[in-house]
């Protein structure tokens, strides 16, 4: 077996890439890197007992580089078609992708890439997916990772395995791989964006790693031990911080802190004073989890977006910031609050005329019911059930969004408190106030929900007919 051959597949094994596996998808650029990869594939699978027809290749063409993305498609058709194995192609304008959703052509590439390939996983019951990153990607990506700004999550690099992703030439040299190309008279495609010192990997790859190996010839291996290390280190903090994010989680939420609101949003609530007695470097790691679980990605999140969350322990209430994939975090009394959108919904105002259901889109329903009054009838002490004098109504009731000059009766004697106030007492989120349900008539308010009843309202001795309101938020 060639030598290059027998140090991936111990490097398979050693990493237990392939147990259990029953196919293999392989993301086919037509570059060098991949083509070797698809190659290897075909002179292990046997190794691992999967048979070619279960060796998926995926091209993906970008759309960016025109007859020349054309080219790369072909050659890896003809490839796949010369070699006997199933190829797929998926074909996609990736800088209109990237306006559209708002990153970077890059990450809107991969975002892509990746929906193909488990689309083609999921369609032929495949349960591996293999990419073709080696160690000079390594050292790329800590390079690349460090001058944007990174933690020690960014020091770590590229693992070999991840999930079901494996990278069975992770610990293999570029040149190496070249050298085995040649060896077995493989050719490949070179992308031109590749040669292009106009990107800044590019110039990491062309400029700045050369003249590292000037230094030390041995400086790409010294990089990727280091991401080992880094590696190795995030595992033992993170299995820290899991333990401590827990802790932190706000309970304001009824869910516990991490939440989906009502529009299905994720949304990570953090209490500051639990936080605040943490240790830094675990504080950092913290917000860092929060803001990956609510985007669904960790890519772009780097060190100065996870400090400028951590600035608005010390703000105000109120205030907010944005940060990649439209994440807005918020500081609400004592909350941090990380959501997927800052989006307000519409105000609404619906009138109550009489028995029956009313739903409101992302709040709920509200059943309602007007019965005669028993002295053997017993007050409902539900928090979303209010009993309401049906005779002390003078005016339209209807369900709605606060308004400005709100107030509710707080005592007997008539005593009454702006509902704004009201909100700022009970300490609840200044976006959440824009759409908080409330029973009113006129600008008196019967019920905030869930808050406060009014005084005005309450059935007595002098009661004949109640007008009996339900509550139940949406999911519930």
Known sequence: MDKFIFNVKKYIEENHMLENADGVVIGLS?????????????????????????????????????????????????????????????????????????????????????DCFRQVMKENNINRLAVAHNKNDVAETLIFNMLRGTGIKGMSGIRSVRDDVIRPLLSCYRADIEKYLESIGQDYRTDSTNLSTDYDRNRIRHIILPELTEINSNAIEHIYSLAAEAERVYEYVHKRVEEDMVSVLSDAEASGGSCADAEGLKKINIDI??????????????????????????????RKHVLAVLELCKAGTGKQIMLPYEICARRSYDNIIITQSCRVKEAYCVDVDGDGSYEIVDVGIFSVSVEPWKGSMEVSKKIYTKMVDYGKIKGNVCIRTPESGDYIIIDGKGSSKKLSRLFIDKKIDRVKRLTWPVIACGNEIIWAVGLRYSEAYKVDENTRKVMCINFKGKGE
């Open 30 to 114: 037509g570059g060098p890197d991949s083509v070797c990869l698809l190659r290897v594939m075909c002179e292990l699978s046997g190794c691992f007992g999967i048979g070619k027809d279960r060796i998926y290749c995926v091209h993906i063409n970008h759309m960016i580089r025109g007859g020349e993305a054309d080219a790369d498609e072909e050659f890896a058709r003809r490839l796949c078609g010369k070699l006997g194995l199933p190829f797929v192609c998926f074909k996609k304008d990736i800088t209109a992708y990237a306006e559209k959703i708002g990153c970077s052509v890059e990450e809107a590439g991969r975002m892509y890439r990746y």
């Open 273 to 302: 004073n639990k936080l605040e007695k943490c240790d830094d470097v675990i504080k950092e790691h913290i917000i860092h989890e929060a803001i990956a679980q609510a985007a669904g990605s960790r890519k772009d999140i780097s």
